[in-house]
């Protein structure tokens, strides 16, 4: 870099695209909350202090708190489609309820509102139909097979909802207050929607935040909102025969270095479509998206992809794309997947006759993977995120060519993908033996059916949640 350059170039070291402690620290010096919520935040010692929005003003800005919460119920109840109906494989129908907060750069963060689902109100103008500023995250609530309501590490989507808001010049928050919101909203539609007989299903989860800004001037919001809503949605994970990808062609690609393709921002999601919706009239599941005259691997469609390989040398591996460059997700999935993986796979599990795995993420490309096939040396592929969860990929198409990969002893799915995905999914699910698991995130239904007393700060409430020992509080 020469010297006098804008932009000095970050190390590894310091980018922020992961949802752990080190990724969202920089997203809160970004947002410049106020002094009451940063300096609890583990890992921020290092950094230069922000000075607090309010300074040089009298009114306090005022962060989002969800125990403000005021609670309007519907009195028109909304009628659920069944398991497997059209309705339900629509992705139109969502819960009873809606939670909503609004912010303004002068005056910070409204008291949320938990009212019935409907539209919202916006101006033509509004900064987020004309520029993007709008960024979004998937989990999922899930109907455990013990009957309890669960939620899968909602603090690690909550972080990255604050990368990625953050990125896009929208405003900051505390994850926790987030997630109080998310819990509400479940906990007022969870029963109803996922019921107890109806074990081992699920709802989609989809906090939102858009820059409602009624100005048209292409500038960083003065007005933004935050919404979550609950959507019905199908099974995706079943492919039978698993995916067959697409390799993206040499002049489309979906991230870029220097880009936000590690924040979950509208604008990722828009612009590829027209590559996908070619994959899908061409009879393929998803695009695999390449980058960089090297055809590096990156994602495969909005999942993460994963191969299992041996090397040359014979070592067997998993392997992913790094987080290094910021152009892919850290997907929470990924990141549980390459976590047990580490743990459970770094010795032979003799249960299912495995033999022990090396865990890499590193930058590969395709004629990487193009060789492991050729020479026999590809033993498996997967994608994996919260829509599609663990789904098994059979093929994939690069500059005309097929490579095929294989699916296992059973032809559905390859042996280490398989196990992977039963370990998160009785985690998920609250399997025997995985009730206590500290990923699992359980809603009590009972405790919280009637509105709580608003304090401004509900120590009982953050017990209920399991927030008051919060790591980034
Ligand atoms: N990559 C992209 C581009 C995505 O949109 C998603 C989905 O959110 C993922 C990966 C998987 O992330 P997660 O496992 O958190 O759902």
Known sequence: MASGALTPPQTAYDIPSDVSTKGISEALQKAA?????????ADVGTAPPTPPLNSGCDTPIAELDA????????????????????????????????ILATWRRAIGWSAPSLQPYGPLNLMPTASCL??????????????????????????LNCNRMLMSSTRIALPGFDPAELLRLIVKLCVTDGPKWLPKDQKGSFLYIRPTMIAS?????????????????????????????????????????????????????????????????EARRRGFHQVLW???????????????????????????????????ERIVLDGITRRSILELARERL???????GLEPLEVVERKFTMMELEDAAADGRLVEAFGTGTAWFVAAVSKIQFRGKEISVPMGKTGEMGEYARVLKSWVKEIMWGCEGNTEHEWGYVVEESAFTKDRPRRSYDKEWDAYLGLDDWPFR
Request: one cysteine or more; charged letters at 20%; hydrophobic letters at 40%.
């Open 33 to 41: 909350l106020s002094s009451s919520v940063q300096p609890a935040l």
């Open 67 to 98: 125990s403000l919460l005021q609670c309007t119920y519907t009195t028109a109840p909304r009628t659920v489609p069944a398991k497997g109906s059209p309705e339900q494989a629509s992705l139109k129908v969502c819960t009873d309820h809606m």
């Open 130 to 155: 004309h520029y993007a500023t709008e960024c979004f995250e998937g989990m999922k609530l899930y109907r455990g097979f013990d009957g309890k309501l669960r939620l899968f590490r909602p603090e």
């Open 213 to 277: 800004d009624p100005a048209l001037g292409v500038q960083a919001p003065n007005e933004a909102l935050l919404f979550i809503i609950l959507t019905c949605m199908p099974s995706l994970d079943d492919v039978k025969g698993g995916l067959n990808l697409l390799a993206s062609r040499d002049d489309m690609c979906r991230a870029w270095p220097g880009g936000f393709g590690y924040a979950k921002v509208g604008a990722n999601y828009g612009p590829s479509l027209l590559a996908q919706g």
């Open 290 to 324: 390449l980058f960089g005259e090297d055809c590096a691997v990156t994602e495969a469609g909005a999942s993460n992809f994963f191969v299992v390989w041996r090397t040359r040398e014979g070592q067997l591996q998993l392997v992913t794309a790094s987080l290094d």
């Open 346 to 352: 770094a010795s032979s599990l003799k249960s299912e």
